[in-house]
């Protein structure tokens, strides 16, 4: 009996140590209560790399610098063939356009805390350079608004080719970021040149100012409306198209970058909207319609779609 007994207690014992080994094993692969998940599984998420870090953006940033074209230098906005940067949208003075800066920082702030490094006539080659002076100032936010005098040469054949718009504008980004790593970044997208000719052409003093050289690959020959002419158009349509595209892409890729969304480009500027010297650049009127865009869009809660 008591051999029996110390053989039932033998078997026991060696029951409990394989149960206590199974449970060992299942520790050891990592099984959770719930069966489904191991702790091997679980190291193994954790080693995965973390999600991309959303955009930064301030919406009440305390300093501007401007890049750009005429444009921005309020080119025919004040008096003829002309810069006028007091009514720039960007970083003017005027109070009929209460620009970008102004509306962010205040007269004070602005007359103090703002730099216009636009040049008429610049194209995207040239804009590392304004990028470089901009980043010197150490600005909050850095307003582009070029590419329309990359559009607009003497002939379709001139205009800056796709792949150097993009090479020069992540040039620009670079330049910028190694001089001033956490500046925001605004950017306009290109206006639509073809919607300007359309406006302007009807205007008979425009159109003879246009004859000095004004953008002739879309303004040249404004009234021809043959097959060739239509076609010129409709090629410096495309190619304004391509680098809305380039300057969309490649802001996405900074988390300090804010496209507009092609607020600009879409924008329908009415004769009262463009200068009235050459019917071509905003006027006073125009440019406080691209500092409202500017302004809506800086001061969103989210990104323009």
Known sequence: MQNRSARHRSRTAAAVLTAVSLLGAAALTGCDADGNRTTKGA???????SARPGPIWDRSPGSV??????????????????????????????????SLAVRLLGEPGAAARSWNHAETGARIAQLPEQMALAAKEKPDLVTVLIGANDACRDSVRLMTPVADFRASFEASMRQ???????????????????RLWSTGRGNALGKQIWKLGICQSMLGDADDMGAPAAARRASVQERVVAYNEVLRDVCAKDRRCRYDGGAVFDYAFTGEQLSQWDWFHPGRNGQARLAEIAYRNVTSARPPA
Do not use: M, N
């Not at 190291?43 to 790399?49: D, L, N, S, V």
């Not at 610098?65 to 003075?93: K, M, N």
């Open 65 to 98: 610098a401007a890049v750009g074209d005429s444009i921005t230098r309020g080119f025919d906005a004040c008096s003829v063939l002309a810069d006028c940067p007091e009514a720039s949208w960007a970083t003017g003075t005027d109070r009929e356009v209460r």
């Open 176 to 194: 910028l970021r190694a001089g001033a790593p956490k500046a925001q970044v605004y950017v306009s997208s290109v206006p639509d040149l073809k």
């Open 43 to 49: 190291a193994a998420e954790q080693r995965k790399p």
